[in-house]
């Protein structure tokens, strides 16, 4: 049941805005040590080339960025910000997250920071927890900031070729407020969020075990380094479990908001592999032309994907007054999740 439904303040999307590192690395200039085929990347995923920061540059440098440039857009001054809520899966330290990092970048001082670690589903886990204080009362002005920087924690010989030519870096931010702001408001009428740690094995970055001491002792597990030291990821099974729980996700909206694919205007989908989305929209019955992408030029930015496509489909002006916006995401844990959005008629 949505906020209006049960005679509560209602929770709008006042504002998004990103940012991407200037330096853009195509398929054909991926390290030779992978060795990669460059139109086969495109054809398995989907991605042409994607954003990677340069060293020196961390998390929260790119998450403060997306969330001066929300600010601005939406003429919020950032002094009225009273809550952070930071999601990432690379943050730039063990301890603390970025939330408080992206608080002392933008000056502010003395209001709660979150930190969510729901890796790609973190703009939508995010979200539901912005909703609730603002729909609550808690909060007046909630900043959900989503950032991530793959490039600098993964590996570049062959056995690493299926994780790092999907990844990019970038970071986007969402003002949540009490009130409609900018544009084109959006308003969360219906989410839901589901996780299933089963599947945590298929999906992993295992560099720190707490377990060991200490954690960063690379030795003392039964397998090679290299295996440990960088992402690893069963694709096949990733795959399968997240067009499952796509179509599930928008399925559970349907049926309990009473709509069909043709009442939804736009589908944002998280974008890990265009052809996830292909192969889900082609169950869902949802036309390709109303599905938003962005992977071909920016790769999956994990927990940061879905809040920069969303940043980039309003700045093209292309959902209007009136009109349904389903997000929905999947991610390692596995965790997912789907929000369905209405603008103001």
Not at 90 to 110: A, M
Not at 153 to 182: C, K, N, T, W, Y
Request: glycine letters at 10%.
């Amino acid at each position: 049941m949505n906020a209006a439904a049960q005679g509560t303040r209602r929770a709008w999307i006042a504002g998004a805005a990103h940012a991407l590192p200037p330096h853009s690395v195509s398929n054909e200039a991926l390290p030779a040590s992978l060795g990669v085929d460059a139109n086969g990347i495109f054809k398995r995923t989907g991605i042409r080339s994607r954003h990677w920061a340069p060293a020196g540059t961390t998390t929260s440098d790119l998450g403060a960025e997306a969330a001066r440039l929300v600010c601005e857009k939406a003429g919020i001054d950032p002094r009225r910000v009273d809550c952070i809520i930071a999601a990432t899966q690379t943050p730039d330290q063990s301890i603390p997250g970025i939330g408080v990092l992206i608080q002392q970048k933008l000056g502010l001082n003395d209001i709660p920071c979150f930190d969510v670690r729901d890796q790609c589903s973190g703009f939508l886990y995010g979200l539901q927890i912005a909703s609730a204080f603002v729909e609550k009362g808690t909060y007046k002005c909630i900043l959900l900031v989503c950032a991530e920087i793959q490039s600098h924690s993964i590996g570049f010989e062959p056995e690493d070729a299926p994780i790092s030519s999907l990844f990019g870096d970038g970071a986007a931010a969402v003002l949540v407020m009490p009130e409609e702001q900018g544009e084109c408001p959006l308003t969360p009428v219906w989410q839901k969020l589901g996780a299933d740690g089963s599947g945590a094995s298929k999906l992993r970055h295992r560099l720190w075990n707490i377990a060991n001491i200490p954690p960063w002792d690379l030795s003392q597990f039964d397998e090679p380094a290299h295996r440990v030291q960088f992402p690893e990821m069963d694709g096949e099974a990733v795959f399968r479990a997240a067009v499952k729980r796509i179509v599930s996700s928008v399925q559970s909206c349907f049926k309990e908001q009473g709509l069909t694919a043709a009442d939804i205007d736009w589908l944002i989908p998280h974008q890990a592999n265009a052809n996830i989305n292909k192969t889900a929209a082609s169950i869902l019955g949802i036309p390709g032309e109303r599905i938003c992408s962005n992977i071909e030029t920016v790769g999956n930015c994990s927990g940061a994907s879905l809040p920069i496509l969303l940043s980039e489909t309003l700045e093209r002006a292309l959902i209007k007054r009136g009109q349904r916006v389903l997000m929905v995401g999947f991610g390692a844990g596995f965790t997912w999740g789907a929000v369905l959005l209405e603008t103001k008629a």
